[in-house]
T-cell receptor, first 111, second 111 residues
Framework: GENVEQHPSTLSVQEGDSAVIKCTYS??????FPWYKQELGKGPQLIID?????GEKKDQRIAVTLNKTAKHFSLHITETQPEDSAVYFC??????????FGTGTSLTVIP | EAGVAQSPRYKIIEKRQSVAFWCNPI?????LYWYQQILGQGPKLLIQ????????DSQLPKDRFSAERLKGVDSTLKIQPAKLEDSAVYLC?????????FGPGTRLTVL
């Protein structure tokens, strides 16, 4: 089955700096890649996603890039703010709506 | 649009007791998932339903866990008897086409 690896496991940045989280996947059949933000005591919240026919997608301060050849995708957060502090999960999905999650990145934005 | 609803939000039981969780997915979503999330880890799929049929339950400990989705809408997940290692957050999610949305989760503590 699919295997998703996520790095780094923890990340600290100064407020206003950028943060980048990277994921790799193993199954070339994966065609949908969502990113989730999970705050303490809450369920994961979808923040951005990308499909395999697109190389990059941006939504305000958040962007995701996908390299199908290398089988990796990344989350970029610019101008980070303290409220961006949370655990971020990447996931990969194949047809059949089966999702495989990374192990998470704990992001801390230092004011 | 209402999100995924779960109840209860918190549950504390003693080992060997039984417990049940309830999930109401987003209206019209055919696919429903139950995940187990242990502190510091990503969500682990327990069972996936498509309408009221099971798509994947390969990681469900069937000797103690059971789940059903009557009429292809609401779902219940049961643990009987509970073990200490079942302490975790149980997340329900649903998807329509390919985008998956999570509920707030039920935090289970087994003493």
């Amino acid at each position: 089955g699919e295997n998703v690896e996520q790095h780094p496991s923890t990340l600290s940045v100064q407020e206003g700096d950028s943060a980048v989280i990277k994921c790799t996947y193993s199954d070339s059949a994966s065609n949908y890649f969502p990113w989730y933000k999970q705050e303490l005591g809450k369920g994961p919240q979808l923040i951005i996603d990308i499909r395999s026919n697109v190389g990059e997608k941006k939504d305000q301060r958040i962007a995701v890039t996908l390299n199908k050849t290398a089988k990796h995708f990344s989350l970029h957060i610019t101008e980070t703010q303290p409220e961006d502090s949370a655990v971020y999960f990447c996931a990969a999905s194949t047809s059949g709506n089966q999702f495989y999650f990374g192990t998470g990145t704990s992001l801390t934005v230092i004011p | 649009e209402a999100g995924v609803a779960q109840s209860p939000r918190y549950k504390i039981i003693e080992k060997r007791q039984s417990v049940a969780f309830w999930c109401n997915p987003i209206s019209g979503h055919a696919t429903l998932y139950w995940y187990q999330q242990i502190l510091g880890q990503g969500p682990k799929l327990l069972i996936q339903f498509q309408n009221n049929g099971v798509v994947d339950d390969s990681q469900l400990p069937k000797d103690r866990f059971s789940a059903e989705r009557l009429k292809g809408v609401d779902s219940t997940l049961k643990i009987q008897p509970a073990k200490l290692e079942d302490s975790a957050v149980y997340l329900c999610a649903s998807s329509g086409w390919d985008t998956q949305y999570f509920g707030p989760g039920t935090r289970l503590t087994v003493l």
